[in-house]
C-alpha cells in the first residue's frame, strides 16, 4: 500500500493509501475516511460527525453536520487543479477564506 503525504493548508498528514483508477481513499488520524476522485474532481470526508462533499467541477460544497442534522451548501469563488504523475495541487476559496488542499503519493 502506497504513502501519501496530505498538506491541508498548514496542517501536514502522512499515512497509507488505497489507489485504484485515480481514486485515492485514505483515513485521517481522528478516524476521518476520506476519498479523492481525481477522475470527477471531487472530495469526500466522512466521520461521526460530519459529511462533506466538495464538487471541485461545479464549485459546489455540501457540508452535513450530524449533530444538529443540518446541511449547509457552500460555494467556491475560485478553483484551481494542478496535476502530475505523484502530486495533485487544488487551491479553492470559500468564502474569503482560501484553501490549499494537496496530495503527494511518496
Do not use: A, H
Not at 478516524?31 to 462533506?52: A, F, K, Q, S, Y
Amino acid at each position: 500500500m502506497p504513502k501519501i503525504r496530505v498538506t491541508i493548508s498548514e496542517e501536514e498528514l502522512i499515512t497509507d493509501c488505497i489507489i485504484e483508477n485515480n481514486i485515492y481513499k485514505y483515513k485521517e488520524e481522528n478516524g476521518t475516511n476520506v476519498v479523492l476522485d481525481i477522475n470527477n474532481n471531487t472530495l469526500v470526508r466522512e466521520n461521526n460527525d460530519i459529511d462533506m462533499k466538495y464538487d471541485f467541477n461545479n464549485k459546489k460544497g455540501e457540508l452535513i453536520v450530524k449533530e444538529l442534522d443540518k446541511v449547509f451548501n457552500l460555494d467556491m469563488n475560485k478553483v484551481e487543479i494542478s496535476k502530475s504523475d505523484n502530486l495533485i495541487d487544488i487551491k479553492y476559496n470559500i468564502d474569503e477564506e482560501v484553501f490549499d488542499y494537496r496530495l503527494e503519493v511518496l
